[in-house]
């Protein structure tokens, strides 16, 4: 497989059970790790500064595990990426493989203590195959040795919700059907291996609140993007919340929709982590894009609520407040991040507030009752669609806070390359594309977007520390080029080998397939300046960017013989903060995990990893020593080095 092929993919993630020690007892800092993204607000800040600045520059690794899951047997190995981040609950570190394989393990050895194995079918052909991670949940109504008192909830490949016991790995036989609810019913299923999910479930008191993730651009009639609730004790369905309306809803054209677009149209799905507001009884979904992602001309209008932040009330699914960050989306632009639960200063207020970072690279920042922004939205003029029976959206909106990507066009003065010739290939490819900046769409001579789908900040989501009002994000910026083929040229195209680096989709009921592909020189770089990736803080007291800095080095990219050079590399995964003003994160394509100055950004450390470090790390404190945890198994859309590890950095010990 060619780099450039490597890069377009981006967008595209049993032992016998042994019952649990008894917990050993944890700092309060327990509650950072007990969800995923600490909290239930996605934070990803933990209170812990045993490692700081001063000595971040000694830790070691303290403890390696193996899960043993390297996709023997698996249709989609090539796919497979290590992106979860464990959580840390009663006492055990719980993690998953992107084989849905839930584990258990002694947060201060590494020791594995059980694993349940769904065995999802391995011959399917899996969209993604990937898991994030999993959720806990304790049942206030049984004495807490009893079965299933603690309960780790996964969403799987296979469209399931399972349930197992905490302390033993078990299936919990209540919940459901023997532990497990089929998510395939009510939705539309079209295809099972097109419908999964990647994400951990939301936790609202005894619910469970899943989305979906949906295999883009085979069609406009795909499956529906439902969000569903779940009583967390019998799996029975609570609520569901669908973001297309159904044809009978009396608010469809305030919705951007007509009668006969609603019932075909599919996804919108929210495939990313959602937040939980207990206190105010709200969950945060972030929405992607109706289908297909490129062509919307049987979805005229804004397609609401595709591309939203969407506050339900959680106890009901109720619609409490929305806000469409792309209108009638035409370049895959989901909401990957989850939405950041945070209180920000402003204006010598303390506003509790919602931060949604976008693949554009924008920051929205929102009221968290109410939904009104706190910095100004505006809505600016788009380029128009040349595509017959498109009709784009005319504006788009763009936020007062920082873009942490350029939304410039790319022009042939832009054209980067090692050689003159490389510069000069890039430029006429550059030339024959359809470039005029932000929000270009799709069109029959090829556009270049920039950022492209995968690009800006994506589900590794975001890192706050409230003590400096900063915000931290990982950002890609590679572009891509996206192509409408007409329907009666598309076989032939697709069956050409002329596009050997690029990816085809159908795009079924409508009058254009689509091909897409990196822009990429012939010595398979990006036609574009470096950096490819960054690491970003954002002042939101100044409203500013305070730091970018280049995130990771073209080393195992590259030959051995070839000196590596750090010029920011495409990367999958987020950031995490400590009070020990540290921010740790792998994501990018060298096998690092790095420690960085939340004051300044200067990379303080680095870590080798036995493989890519494609997931968002973590960090606890156990008998007195802090341990920074990360899975390091790779990522089959950038390639990188593949393994089934989960590695722990600590101080020395004394």
Request: charged share 20%; aromatic share 8%.
């Amino acid at each position: 497989m060619s780099h450039a092929r490597r890069i377009a993919l981006l967008a595209l993630r049993p032992l016998p059970p042994r019952a649990a020690p008894p917990p050993r007892r944890l700092v309060d800092a327990d509650a950072d790790g007990r969800f995923y993204g600490a909290y239930g607000g996605g934070s990803r800040y933990a209170d812990l500064k045993q490692i700081d600045r001063r000595n971040v520059d000694q830790l070691q690794i303290a403890w390696t595990y193996r899960s043993g899951e390297l996709g023997a047997g698996f249709a989609r190995a090539d796919k497979l990426s290590f992106e979860a981040t464990p959580i840390l609950a009663n006492g055990s570190l719980y993690l998953s493989t992107p084989t849905n394989i839930v584990i258990a393990l002694d947060p201060a050895t590494g020791r594995e203590r059980w694993r349940y194995d769904p065995k999802i079918p391995r011959d399917l052909h899996y969209s993604e195959a990937t898991s994030r991670g999993v959720s806990w949940w304790v049942d206030t109504q049984l004495e807490s040795t009893a079965p299933c008192a603690t309960r780790i909830f996964i969403g799987t490949l296979d469209a399931r919700l399972i349930a197992v016991d905490g302390a033993s790995g078990r299936p919990c036989a209540g919940f459901g059907v023997d532990g497990v609810v089929d998510l395939g019913a009510g939705v539309r299923l079209v295809e099972r291996g097109d419908y999964l999910v990647t994400s951990p479930p939301a936790i609202y008191r005894d619910l469970v609140i899943t989305g979906s993730a949906i295999g883009d651009n085979r069609g406009v009639e795909l499956e529906r993007g439902v969000v569903r609730a779940f009583d967390a004790r019998t799996g029975a369905l609570r609520w569901s919340w669908d973001p297309i309306p159904i044809a009978e809803a009396n608010d469809l054209a305030t919705r951007g929709w007509t009668a006969s677009a609603a019932q075909r149209t599919g996804a919108a799905n929210a495939w990313s982590i959602f937040s939980v507001d207990a206190g105010r009884d709200l969950v945060f979904i972030p929405t992607g894009s109706a289908s297909p992602d490129f062509f919307g001309g049987e979805r005229a209008g804004d397609n609401r609520y595709a591309n939203s932040l969407v506050a339900l009330r959680a106890s009901t699914g109720q619609l409490v407040w929305h806000r469409q960050l792309v209108h009638h989306d035409l370049w895959d632009y989901d909401l990957a991040a989850q939405p950041l639960l945070v209180d920000i200063e402003r204006e010598g207020k303390s506003i509790a507030a919602v931060i949604q970072a976008t693949k554009t690279g924008m920051l929205f920042v929102f009221d968290r009752e109410t939904g009104e922004p706190v910095f100004e939205i505006v809505e600016r003029a788009v380029p128009a669609s040349d595509v017959p029976g498109e009709a784009a959206s005319p504006t788009q909106p763009f936020p007062a806070t920082p873009a942490l990507v350029s939304h410039a066009a790319v022009t042939p003065q832009d054209a980067w390359g090692l050689t003159f010739y490389d510069r000069g290939r890039c430029r006429e490819l550059i030339e024959n594309h359809r470039s005029e900046g932000i929000f270009t769409p799709p069109s029959l001579r090829g556009t270049i977007m920039s950022p492209g789908y995968a690009g800006g900040v994506n589900w590794g989501s975001l890192a706050f520390d409230s003590e400096r009002q900063l915000v931290l994000a990982a950002v890609i910026n590679v572009p891509m080029v996206v192509t409408l083929v007409p329907r009666d040229d598309f076989d032939t195209a697709r069956k050409s080998g002329q596009w050997p680096d690029s990816e085809f989709a159908r795009q079924a009921g409508t009058a254009y397939g689509m091909r897409r592909e990196a822009l990429m020189s012939p010595l398979g770089l990006p036609c574009t300046p470096p950096p490819w990736g960054t690491l970003a803080a954002v002042d939101l007291r100044r409203n500013t960017i305070r730091w970018q800095v280049m995130l990771g080095s073209t080393r195992d990219k590259t030959p051995w013989f070839v000196p590596s050079a750090t010029l920011g590399m495409p990367n999958m995964g987020g950031p995490i903060a400590t009070a020990g003003g540290l921010a740790f994160i792998g994501a990018a394509t060298d096998n690092y995990l790095r420690a960085f100055d939340l004051e300044t950004g200067q990379e303080l450390w680095k870590g080798r990893l036995p493989a890519g470090g494609q997931a968002t790390p973590m960090t606890y404190e156990m008998n007195g020593r802090q341990f920074v945890v990360i899975a390091a198994g790779g990522h089959g859309g950038l390639d990188t080095t593949r393994g089934d590890y989960v590695v722990a950095f600590a101080l020395p010990q004394k």
